[in-house]
């Protein structure tokens, strides 16, 4: 069975994406890793991050060409902000039998593929307290409640589409296709009102299509939360820690990544790992990445 990871990137948010990689590395050296392209403009991270971390491209890019066609005919031009972010709805038929899509305004604490091991017990897990904090802020409108579309018990289950993990064929492409053009036909459903693209979409196809989800979150006392702007998480070393309990990961959703956002310091940190930019390098980063030292 293949395990693994996506991501979506291009040669833009490429910091991102070596800071996201060079944690998931510090941690894991051994996971799959694939790229799917957010646009054409790829050449560059795909080069970089294929030496460095031996990230895999998709290997299918003529569907994720298709896929991207047939969104253009399923929504009207102005539904979606940011049309080519649905193309992480690609992971359902990609080559990894169990995967977690991965953001890469994201930095990881831990061996996150090991996550994967959820998936014996549900087809769809995620790990945020959206669905605590958020409700269904920037995924659906009060009517999707008022007229019952899901149940209240459904409705718990929204979450933020940065993270979350599922199996091929969880959802069909004659499931999706059908399901995309119910949203399409359903503008009224859905709360764009800040600019989100795919996390409204992906919410509706999974309540609709997956009955067995978990959230790593819902665990008897809460597990550790996740989004960056929350300023309540203790820095042990290069990980961050809620009431006690060591983030599984570090979210910047809804926020412009530098120096000065929160805990930019540690997203620093992990974007310039491997590049000797630290006049202190742990042991154990020594060991992991060898090839890292330190500049005096």
Not at 17 to 38: C, G, H, K, M, T
Not at 149 to 161: A, C, G, P, R, Y
Not at 212 to 228: C, H, M, T
Request: proline content about 3%.
């Amino acid at each position: 069975m293949n395990r693994g990871i996506y991501i979506v990137a291009n040669d833009k948010v490429m910091d991102n994406a070596i800071a996201l990689l060079n944690s998931i590395r510090f941690y894991d050296q051994e996971v799959l890793i694939y790229l799917i392209p957010f646009n054409d403009n790829y050449h560059n991270i795909a080069d970089k991050i294929s030496t460095l971390h031996n990230v895999q491209l998709f290997p299918n890019l003529e569907l994720i060409e298709q896929f991207t066609n047939r969104i253009g005919e399923i929504f009207e031009r102005d539904f979606l902000a940011l049309p080519n972010k649905m193309r992480k709805l690609v992971a359902w038929f990609g080559p990894l039998d169990e995967f977690i899509y991965i953001d890469t305004d994201i930095v990881v604490f831990e061996k996150i593929a090991d996550n994967l091991d959820k998936l014996a017990e549900v087809d769809f897990f995620c790990c945020d307290y959206h669905h605590a904090n958020d409700k269904l802020r920037n995924i659906f409108s009060p009517l999707v409640k008022e007229q019952q579309i899901f149940s209240d018990t459904q409705l718990e289950d929204v979450f933020n589409s940065g993270f979350w993990a599922s199996k091929k064929g969880a959802i069909t492409e004659q499931q999706m296709d059908e399901t995309l053009r119910e949203c399409a036909a359903h503008r009224e459903y859905f709360d764009f009102s800040e600019g989100v693209t795919d996390q409204p979409i992906l919410n509706y196809l999974v309540l609709k299509l997956i009955n067995k989800r978990g959230n790593l979150v819902k665990i008897p006392g809460g597990g550790a939360g996740s989004w960056a702007g929350s300023r309540n998480f203790q820095q042990q070393g290069y990980a961050l820690y809620d009431r006690g309990q060591r983030l599984k990961y570090l979210h910047w959703a809804g926020i412009k990544i530098n120096t000065k956002s929160p805990y930019g310091e540690l997203w620093n940190h992990y974007r310039y790992l491997h590049e000797g930019k630290f006049a202190f390098i742990p042991k154990l980063t020594r060991r992991l990445f060898p090839f890292v030292t330190a500049r005096t």
